[in-house]
């Protein structure tokens, strides 16, 4: 294929230009019309391909390469489309820590997700609060950008993706300019009809503009702080909007990495999209971040039965909206209808169609991935493959999650042990005013079925090697700890047991255990044999955290605990109370993910009656007219009773993958 130019979306031989407007079309006649499909990927989180490099197998769930199927049924679908990715595109698997840590790039090097990209012809992006994760300067480094902030060469530029990153809401603290171009204006040829029916070529002037969810401060301070700031998603719109319409946009797709939340309004909401879409100018809304599938005419979901939200024809406040899910298992379709006035293209809310698409047919089966991906990232594929491989201890017993919620600490003790063995040397050696302090801490299954009945931590018995640490702790957070006390470890305790369900002991209808709206990754836990506690799901949210002891005596409210967690955690990540950067004592430059592997090396085997065998919290005994379930992978009822869980039972599958188990309370 012929080489393109840089924002140049290349379709057979010949270079179509996205911007700037040389080979724009006349314009179209007032009353003709168009039907514009904005394309939307979201979270892809590096996963170029349908492969599980934590498993070592194929994953035909994921990949961006079966997107790709999906984008190319859409573009034969509809004449016109504008394919745009949401952002968190470049973190979040073994490949992404391959390129970014243990093999990284040069500078004339592009990253495996992008060289996907430009092959499916992307037209725009947006940037994810964990395209932050590797820091400023790589991230200036493979997106080919020239970021004016301390630490980062402003005069090299490298090879980034071949179409524009647009980021509005992140602004350098040296220049008090965006980081990124805020907006960009893409002239987009497009065929259309004129009132009299005939088959016209015209231009319309799209604008996209790019934001992102403010706690990158919070969670990723050690690479941002006193670099950048942020601005309010609301703030940061009505500022440019009017801007980019001065400007002749004739279009205006916001592409905001975030979910929608209902809470008030503040400049540092995660989840803004609610208040963004009353921003005055948008035409429509990418959502991302939030990893749910938007619109979804069946979903429960409190955030998208809010008043204003049409969550089955995929509106908020009028404003067509998509939210694509992750990992490339969906495809957004706002099918944007469109109408000539005689000045600019106007959108015809009437007949705007908003769709997710999916890879996973109905027959449960998956559309074919699109081989010519594979064929181009094959070199980083097995670099990643053999990386992931090297070993590093082994274990007698098998380390998952499928049970984490009812109990199994299999994947989460070795994570506190190692977490805490560090921290009590860190004090040990530099701290000493904490020395006295009892050190606990916290750790959570990041990976409980949320994507489906695959995503699961699960590491069999025998050697382990990097793969398995990565499987363990998903996250490139760095190791911290907080200074507490033992009202705010409770307080922290009952946030992390908004994980489940209020349970009515009287009714005789089955009960879901877990709440699906709370993400695993929240659900904190420690396990320490001087620290008891039990959770009462039979009590509201905030009033279920019962006999917490240290050491079989009550913990006291001004007791006080030094608490091994993550950067995220420490820094505010999660909205727990008290957690807000002000009460860490240790911001390590180890990551969490390093800190475990170096307690596995020494270790050398992990062994169940010491790495997996202490569990701190409890339910609290209640007996049940009616069933009280959880759903997790199928036919592991042996796991659960391997992990000591007795008061499970198999019931039956869910039809979505997943198997029922019924959980005892009273046991």
Known sequence: MRACLRYQICIGLVPILVSGGALAAPRAPAGATATLAVLETTDIHANVVGYDYYKLAADSSLGLDRTATLIAQARREFANTLLLDNGDTIQGNALGDYQALAHPLRCDERLAIYKAMNRLGFEGGGVGNHDFNYGLPYLAQVTGS????????KTKRCAGPAFPIVLANVVSARTDKPLFQP????????????????????????????????????????????KVYTEGVREAAAKYIPEMRAKGAELVVAISHGGIDGAAYSPNMENAGYYLAQVPGIDAMLLGHAHAVFPDAASRAPQFNLPGIDKAKGTVFGVPTVMASLWGKHLGVIGLHLRHDGKRWVVDKEHTTVEVRATQKADKSYVAPDPSIMELVAREHAGTIDYVK????????????????????????????????YVRKYIAANLPQYANLPVLSMAAPFKAGAAGPADYTDVQPGKLALNNAADLYLYPNTLAAVKISGAQLKAWLEKSANRFNTIDPTRSQAQELVNPGFASYNFDMVTSKDLSYEIDVTRQPGSRIRSLSWQGEPVGDAQEFIVATNSYRASGGGGFAGLDGSATVLAAPDTNRDVL????????????????????????????????????????????????????????????????YSVDLSK
């Open 146 to 153: 020239r970021f004016d902030v301390d630490g980062v060469d």
């Open 183 to 226: 907006y960009r204006i893409i002239d987009k040829r497009i065929a259309a009809v004129d009132a009299h029916g005939k088959q016209v070529t015209a231009t319309v002037k799209v604008g996209i503009i790019g934001l992102t969810t403010p706690g990158i401060l919070a969670w990723d301070k050690r690479w941002l702080e006193g």
């Open 390 to 421: 090297t070993p590093i201890g082994e274990t007698d017993f098998r380390m998952s999650t499928y049970f984490a919620d009812v109990g199994d600490v299999s994947a989460i003790q070795v994570v506190n042990d190692a977490q805490a063995d």
């Open 597 to 660: 592997i170096a307690y596995i090396r020494k270790t050398g085997e992990l062994k169940r009656a010491t790495q997996a065998s202490q569990r701190s919290w409890h339910f609290t005994p209640v007996q049940t007219a009616g069933p009280v379930v959880i759903r997790a992978a199928p036919g592991l009822l042996r796991l659960a009773q391997d992990a000591g869980l007795s008061n499970l039972r198999s019931l039956d599958a869910d039809g979505k993958g997943f198997e029922l």
